[in-house]
């Protein structure tokens, strides 16, 4: 069995005013107790690999005043590791300060899928709705016919109900679904 598309979709998931408030407190005033915790891991764990290869293979990186320094740090290894850190976040605010209008947007663009989605849904149940009355019809006036007396045909039946022929026998192939009530 298939996910739903609002399980599936993860734009779906979110909370547009949550999505601005979030924007704007890494912009207004972010600290550390703001990163999510699997953020700060990767975070952590991708400032270890930096630093070292920094102090590894600092000409690489056009930081060729760290070659001498890998033996004897002008600084201690925690503090550049904090260094590099903060240039993360630094970096992170920095780029969120720069699409700042295209990250607030994006609320709307949340809301605006949201809202067509489920305006998709409510056009599906009325249809479904509208299917199922005309089907509940169809049948009954066969069974109407039938305790008339008379002999009831596709045709006859169409004819009375003003559909077609196909639509009787889908009628009676179709089991009728229960919908949950809104």
């Not at 600290?31 to 930096?50: A, F, G, K, R, T």
């Not at 199922?132 to 109900?161: H, L, Q, Y």
């Given at each position: ?5 609002s ?17 704007r ?7 550390e ?26 000409s690489?990186?056009?930081?060729a ?18 260094a ?6 630094a ?34 149940d ?21 305790a ?26 179709s ?8």
């Amino acid at each position: 069995m298939s996910k739903s598309k609002s399980k599936r979709d993860p734009i779906m998931a979110m909370d547009a005013a949550e999505w601005r408030r979030r924007i704007r407190q890494v912009l207004h005033a972010p600290d550390e107790s703001y990163w999510p915790n699997e953020y700060q891991d990767l975070i952590d764990h991708n400032v270890e690999m930096i630093a070292d290869a920094l102090l590894d293979r600092p000409s690489q990186f056009g930081l060729a005043s760290v070659k001498h320094t890998r033996g004897r740090y002008s600084m201690s290894a925690k503090d550049f590791y904090q260094a590099v850190s903060n240039a993360f976040y630094a970096g992170f605010v920095e780029a969120v300060r720069m699409h700042e209008c295209e990250l607030l947007s994006v609320g709307d663009l949340i809301e605006r899928r949201q809202s067509h989605d489920a305006a998709g849904d409510k056009g599906r149940d009325t249809l479904t709705r509208k299917k199922e009355d005309r089907f509940a019809r169809i049948r009954a006036k066969w069974a109407e016919m039938e305790a008339a007396g008379e002999e009831p045909t596709n045709e006859s039946v169409a004819r009375a109900c003003g559909v077609s022929r196909s639509t009787v026998i889908r009628a009676f192939k179709s089991k009728p679904t229960h919908r949950p009530k809104r």
